[in-house]
Structures are given as C-alpha cells and as structure tokens.
C-alpha cells in the first residue's frame, strides 16, 4: 500500500496506556482523569436522553449551547463571538483541528508549529499536502524566540499553530508573547490555530492568555477547546471551536461532511451545566493542589523538576539517573516499576533525546502517593 503517512505508526498514547495495562502499572502516560466527572453533569446527559436529543444536533451545534460559550468567552476574555455563526461544537479538539486544517491547507502551504508539540498537528498537515516548519521551544522553560518565528515566517505561511497551556511541557504563553505574535501576523493573511483546549487548568495566579483576548490576533485565529479537560470527560470527546463568521463558515463546509454533528444529548447537559461559572473556574485550584501534592512528594527523589505552569501534566527530568534513551526508559519502568509515562522525543521528531518523561498527574490522590513512592525508589 502507498502510505500517505509512511511515517506514522500507532499514536504513543495508545501504545503507553496498552503497555500501562498489560503490565499492571499506574497509568500516569496518556491524559485523563481516573476520577469520575460530576455526577450532576452525568445526570444531565441522561435527562438529555430522556428529553429526546436523541437524533441528530444541528450541524453546528446546539444553540443554547453555543450560547452559554460566548457568554463565558465574552466575561473571561473580553471578545465577541457570534453563536450563530462563529461557534461550532466538534467531537472533541482533535475533530477540530483537523477540519480546520483540512479547511484551509493545501499543498505546498508552510505551517509553524512549535516543538515539542501535540502530535496530531504534523500528521493532520501532511495529508493536505502542507510544510511543517518546526521551531524549537527554548529549554529550559520552553520559551518562544520570536525573531527566530519572525525569520520563519514566508510568503508561503498559510498558518501558525500555538497551544497555551502547552502539552506537553507544561509551559504558557505570556501575555508579552501573544502581543509580539499579534505584531508578526499584522498585516498577513496567515490564519492561527490557538489550541487553548488546557485554558482552565492554569497555575500560581496566571491568567490564561486566549488568542481571544488580542484583537488582531482574534480577527485571524480559530480558536480550539475541550470539555474533556474542564469537566473530566475525555471519554465523550466533546469540544468546540471558535473563529470570525468568515472563517467559520469554510470550518462549516469540511465539519459538515467530517462527522456532520456532534453527541446530542451530551450538548444538552453541557450547555446547562456550563451555566454555572464555578463548574469550570475551581479548575485551577483542583488541578494546583494535585500538582503540589505530586511535586512535593517526589522532591527528595533523582528526577529534578519545575513544576508546571498550566496542564495537568508534569515533566520530569531523569539525568541523574541513566544515560538511557527517554523511550527505552520510559519501557523500563512500565515493565519493571510499574509506571506508566510519555517519552517527551516522540513529540519532538528529529531532535536530540532530552532525557524527560511526562507524567500526567489527573489521578486521585492514592493514586498519586503509589506513583509517588515508585518513583522516590528509581
Ligand atoms: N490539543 C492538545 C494540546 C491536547 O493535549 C489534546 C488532548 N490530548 C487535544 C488537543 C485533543 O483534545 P480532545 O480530547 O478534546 O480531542
Ligand atoms: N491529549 C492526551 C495526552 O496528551 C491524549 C489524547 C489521545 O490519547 N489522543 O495525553
């Protein structure tokens, strides 16, 4: 078979989280809770079954639902967006990311994107015949060097492609960042894709800075979020995705041939539950007390750390412990001390080993002490 991704294989997610399990260990690779969503939440979907949103949603998405999310965009990030015309309910980030690539990219077309980065962009792209044109994030605290972008940038950029909070490093975008991309895309045509789907799970009194909130960014970008992050229900894959009426109506023409609509019901329940702002703004406080629980219990351990600014994911540097590759290490200790996590590389293609894991620390708290203790002991 002519491959159109000769280079793609299985996704590291599903390979750690299969070996997680074959080998009996504490699954911190692949990102999801191992707590339940609220049960009022679950309730809801049920009553949304039992009130009949049992056919299909609108195409793009239930209105009321629509709605609440421009509510919430408009008071957290000062921005107007239309729910007719400039929301769209997608199964998930992932569907939207890739319809807006498959939207908007054709061949020949160059994408930046940073690296280490989530691992759906670089695929997605190739097979609508786009450049990558990878920029390195600065280690150690993952910056962005914005002349090396401007440097980047051609007449051939037909988009740019962000994520703040930022899988999966931990990293965020400061609000100095947003403006100096603001100043490169002044004037281009260049489209952004600003996937903000860990905008809710940010630490220490950061703000989250959406693309949403910069004018000249907001005319030109998409931006993308995930209920699976916000309410614990990666499992319903359900997101949304925002951008000017322009170009939501070409998101519109793929979306409706991609999956058509998304789960009915499950917007029903969605669109109340996120009538009530505290459903989504203790987020940061929940996800900072798992991470300071984490930190401080491995802080006497051999892996060394800054903690994460946004994410529910921590990096873990094992230099101190083995020169050995971050896959083959990342294999060893899944067979043999029973953890599970993501070797950082495999989203970093074509650069050096880092010698970092990732560690997802979405898990109760006994949870958190089992995998705490195991890796005190490496
Ligand atoms: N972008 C990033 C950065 C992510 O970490 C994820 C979740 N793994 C997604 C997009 C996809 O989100 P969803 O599960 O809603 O498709
Ligand atoms: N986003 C999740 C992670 O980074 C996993 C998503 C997936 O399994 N595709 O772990």
Request: charged share 20%.
């Amino acid at each position: 078979i002519n491959s159109k991704l000769p280079e793609v294989s299985t996704t590291i997610f599903t390979v750690m989280s299969k070996m997680a399990n074959q080998y009996g260990a504490i699954n911190l690779s692949q990102g999801f809770p191992n707590f339940e969503a609220s049960p009022k939440l679950i309730d809801l979907v049920t009553q949304g079954m039992q009130k009949g949103y049992n056919q299909y949603a609108p195409m793009p998405g239930l209105l009321p639902l629509r709605e609440v999310i421009s509510e919430k965009t408009n008071s957290l990030y000062s921005s107007n967006y239309h729910p007719e015309t400039e929301v769209t309910i997608t199964s998930g980030a992932t569907q939207a990311i890739f319809t807006i690539i498959a939207a908007f990219i054709n061949p020949g077309d160059e994408v930046v994107i940073f690296k280490p980065a989530y691992d759906s962009y670089e695929p997605s792209i190739e097979l609508f015949g786009g450049t990558i044109v990878p920029i390195q994030l600065k280690t150690p605290d993952f910056t962005v060097d914005w002349q090396e972008v401007e440097e980047k940038i051609t007449s051939k950029t037909k988009m740019v492609i962000i994520n703040t909070p930022h899988n999966p490093s931990g990293s965020v975008l400061s609000g100095q960042d947003m403006l100096q991309l603001e100043k490169l895309l002044k004037n281009t045509d260049i489209i952004l894709l600003s996937d903000e789907v860990y905008e809710h799970i940010i630490f220490d009194g950061r703000e989250h800075q959406s693309a949403a909130r910069y004018p000249g960014l907001a005319e030109r970008a998409f931006i993308t979020a995930s209920f699976g992050k916000t309410f614990h229900t990666t499992g319903w894959k359900m997101g949304y995705c925002m951008a000017p009426a322009s170009l939501m109506t070409e998101f519109r023409k793929v979306h409706q041939f991609n999956v058509f609509c998304s789960n009915h019901p499950m917007q029903y329940a969605l669109a109340k539950y996120l009538k009530t702002p505290e459903n989504y703004l203790l987020l940061p406080n929940f996800y900072q007390e798992k991470r300071d629980l984490f930190l401080s219990m491995i802080k006497d351990s051999r892996f060394t750390f800054t903690p994460a600014a946004g994410t529910y994911f921590q990096l873990l540097k094992y230099t101190e412990i083995t020169d050995e590759g971050d896959v083959a290490f990342a294999e060893r200790l899944t067979k043999e001390h029973k953890i599970a996590s993501i070797p950082v590389s495999v989203f970093n293609l074509n650069q050096k080993d880092d010698k970092v894991l990732r560690f997802c620390f979405a898990k109760t708290d006994d949870t958190l002490k089992k995998a705490a203790e195991i890796l005190c002991g490496i």
